[in-house]
């Protein structure tokens, strides 16, 4: 079973419509059924609205559900309730992020193209602390949490479990001055130890790569289980887009391996990052 509560509620949000679908009704004929709105089925199976065991349970009778199954999806219902560890950083991990840190945290796969800044999960805290105070938007101790965040974050990658993560990042991300010639130094070593971790990839995107097929920074999220369908994450200021659908997320992964085929090999971008290192020695 998948480990994070966000986790939980998208397997379940997945089965429900599952069900649905193969018992041939409609988000209205059920609600209908069941004395409901119809849009209260589709939030159930979109993962936007809480969905509480008893109408699970509810669901799984009407459909004709085995008790086995009906009693899996009840726990899934129950666990789904319990809130992350990220989420006691209150304000430091903002509600629509906290969906995002949920699911990374379940992923097997991991791929991320970064064109403005070194990826979050390589960041040193002075450097991703430089980053938060330039949004102007968090109090010190919000900035606190939220490095802490980002530095526990950073652990699964050293972890048994770790996903299969490959960057890669333009050669702009990496010369862009964050904080002082401390900070960078301190960077671009940590993205160098980073490199040498098992589970981590890293490519530079070089400035004379020519054309490129991005138009900005994406994360692809990938899970063990089948059921589970990837994910193309984006996000902005105050929010985030996911994209599951199947041509979206092809077309994501046509890029990514586009990316890859045009930036430095592995070895080439470690030389790339060291010779950048030497000028903040």
């Known amino acids: ?19 649905r679908e193969t018992s041939g009704f409609t988000c209205a004929q059920v609600g209908a059924a069941l004395d409901w709105s119809g849009s209260k089925v589709n939030r159930m199976e979109t993962g936007t609205g ?32 319990t809130k992350g560890w990220w989420q006691a950083h209150g304000n430091g991990v903002p509600a629509w992020f906290s969906i995002y840190i949920g699911l990374e945290q379940d992923a097997s796969t991991f791929r991320q193209y970064q064109n403005e800044f070194v990826p979050g999960l390589m960041q040193t805290p002075a450097y991703a602390a430089e980053l938060h105070r330039a949004t102007n938007q968090m109090s ?29 990042v333009h050669e702009g991300a990496l010369r862009s001055f964050i904080g002082d010639e401390a900070v960078m130094r301190e960077q671009l070593e940590k993205v160098l130890e980073m490199t040498e971790l098992p589970s981590v990839t890293l490519q530079v995107l070089p400035f004379d790569a020519g054309p490129y097929p991005a138009t900005g920074t994406f994360t692809m ?29 092809r077309a994501y992964n046509r890029a990514f391996d586009n990316l890859r085929a045009a930036a430095a090999s592995p070895h080439r971008s470690t030389h790339l990052i060291t010779t950048l290192l030497k000028g903040y020695t």
Request: aromatic share 8%; charged share 35%; proline share 6%.
């Open 1 to 19: 079973m998948a480990g994070s509560p966000t986790a939980r509620r998208r397997r379940l949000s997945i089965e429900l419509k599952k069900l």
């Open 221 to 249: 999220l990938g899970f063990p289980d089948p059921e589970d369908p990837d994910i193309v994450y984006r996000d902005g200021i105050t929010d985030a887009i996911y994209l599951e659908g199947a041509e979206e997320v």
């Open 50 to 81: 809480r969905v509480q065991p008893s109408d699970v349970d509810a669901l799984c009778r009407f459909y004709g559900v085995e008790d086995e199954l009906r009693e899996f999806l009840k726990s899934l219902a129950k666990q789904a309730k």
């Open 140 to 168: 010190d101790e919000d900035i606190n949490h939220a490095v802490s965040v980002r530095m526990e974050r950073q652990t699964r990658l050293q972890s048994p479990s770790a996903p299969d993560t490959w960057f890669v």
